[in-house]
């Protein structure tokens, strides 16, 4: 018999192990999806998640699903093709048209925000560039309509930039000296595009993004402003500490910020799946190339050097030790809390579409991404007040000092800010941080006499690990 051959029993034993081959990655993946849809299940049960949610991998859907109600009065559930308002996931196609209409040559990044607009010429050495990465230093238009808008009027981007020239609200910092997350950049680049392109944004974008895409189930809606019929679109409901339960945003009064904004255009609407085809697209030199990507997608320095990881409409993470590069962006707005998320380096996609901002509405990115990537989820354990308090204290790290308090039944880590984060247990010495990114874990550790000595805080996405010695209960 030649080396080559097989008897019977081998062959049944390589088919096995073909078999068992082909099938180990379907099994991984229908784990992947018995997990998610737990953590959906168990957080609709608890009123803390209502919407959609798809994950992919490579392109192909490998989880997707809808929960709840897109409207409570006539008890419409949310499906696949529901569209949500992305609120500020809407930047980033404020940010295409720019990049496009550069590409066009009739713009450069550089280029002064007062060349386009000149009323706003008493702002000195503010560029496109510093709008779109939010290092302009600008004022929030927000603040500045309250102040001094007259709600009982919608309010549009034209009104804004009269606001802004009346009133001359000073900068908070020079231009590209620090970051500062500010609505008003992409406020006054909506107005830039339509200027440049002599067309309103909202036909740009149909034009020359949502249209090529075959995007059929995107638009930017101003339901209150510029009243359309538009169909399978959630409502969005946020919550009445005075009624105790969810409302329309309207139920506020005209002069509430979601209903007199309403005519400021940039918002887009949009559904789960015509995201998705928005996040292939962005793989392929279809809408821009390879060197208009290196731009978006790459986080953008201050002065002093410093990275803001921020691009061109994009939360850019460029070196997580678990992820690769992530590029994402999240949304809250009238009712609506969504997230964005583009896995660059393994092409994994997330898209989470809320129509609930209530007090327990929960944002599960951080579950989502590690069920994604087959990692084990941090599960909240109890322990006693009195093993708690022996946390508290000061700690001193190499460059500074730290103090851990026990304040309303909770750990919580003293800052500067309104609402300390807080560590949720998760074993009798170990404790993740509430409230701070990128995911944080303390460890404590005892002495023989079972006294608490040091921390040990791990920021694994970081790739950092710092240790701290307790100086003082």
Not at 152 to 178: M, Q, S, Y
Not at 268 to 275: C, F, K, L, N
Not at 435 to 445: A, D, S
Not at 465 to 472: F, G, L, P, Q
Request: hydrophobic share 35%; net charge positive; proline share 3%.
């Amino acid at each position: 018999m030649h080396l080559y051959q097989l008897n019977i029993t081998d062959m049944k034993k390589l088919w096995i192990i073909i078999i068992f081959l082909a099938l180990k990655p379907l099994a991984y993946s229908q784990n992947k999806v018995i997990r998610f849809q737990q953590l959906f299940s168990d957080l609709h049960k608890k009123k803390s998640f209502n919407g959609n949610v798809l994950v992919a991998e490579k392109g192909k859907i490998i989880f997707e699903a809808s929960y709840g109600l897109a409207n409570e009065t006539t008890k419409e559930k949310l499906n696949s093709q529901s569209k949500f308002m992305l609120a500020s996931i809407s930047k980033q196609f404020t940010a295409i048209a720019i990049v496009l209409l550069k590409k066009q040559g009739k713009l450069s990044y550089d280029d002064l925000m007062s060349k386009y607009i000149p009323e706003l010429n008493f702002y000195k050495g503010i560029t496109i560039r510093h709008l779109l990465t939010h290092t302009s230093g600008l004022r929030s238009y927000l603040e500045q309509m309250e102040l001094h808008w007259d709600k009982t009027r919608f309010a549009t981007n034209g009104d804004v930039i009269k606001t802004f020239v009346k009133h001359k609200p000073a900068t908070l910092f020079k231009p590209n000296e620090r970051w500062l997350y500010c609505n008003t950049g992409y406020v006054f680049l909506a107005t830039i595009v339509e200027r440049v392109a002599q067309q309103k944004l909202s036909e740009f974008l149909q034009q020359n993004i949502f249209k090529p895409l075959k995007m059929h189930n995107t638009l930017i809606y101003q339901s209150r402003y510029a009243p359309q019929k538009v169909g399978n679109h959630s409502k969005g409901y946020i919550y009445s500490q005075k009624l105790k339960k969810k409302i329309l945003p309207d139920q506020r009064g005209k002069k509430f910020m979601m209903v007199y904004l309403d005519g400021v255009t940039g918002r887009v609407s949009s559904t789960a799946r015509d995201m998705l085809k928005w996040d292939r697209a962005l793989y392929t030199n279809q809408l821009i190339s390879a060197q208009d990507k290196a731009f978006i997608f790459n986080s953008y320095k201050t002065h002093n050097g410093r990275q803001t990881n921020y691009g061109f409409g994009w939360n850019v993470d460029l070196h997580n030790k678990v992820y690769g590069k992530l590029v994402y962006h999240t949304g809250r707005w009238g009712g609506y809390l969504n997230y964005f998320g583009r896995h660059l380096q393994d092409d994994k996609t997330v898209i989470l579409l809320q129509n609930n901002v209530t007090p327990q509405t929960k944002f599960p990115i951080i579950p989502v991404r590690k069920i994604l990537y087959d990692l084990p989820l941090f599960k909240k354990v109890n322990v006693a007040e009195r093993q708690l308090k022996k946390y508290v204290g000061t700690y001193q790290f190499k460059k500074g000092s730290e103090t851990i308090l026990y304040k309303e039944g909770k750990l919580q880590i003293k800052t500067n800010r309104r609402n300390n984060p807080y560590l949720l247990p998760i074993a009798t010495h170990k404790f993740l941080v509430i409230g701070l990114r990128p995911e944080t874990v303390y460890e404590f550790f005892l002495d023989k006499q079972h006294n608490v000595y040091k921390y040990r805080r791990t920021q694994v996405e970081a790739g950092t690990i710092r240790e701290a010695i307790k100086i003082r209960k």
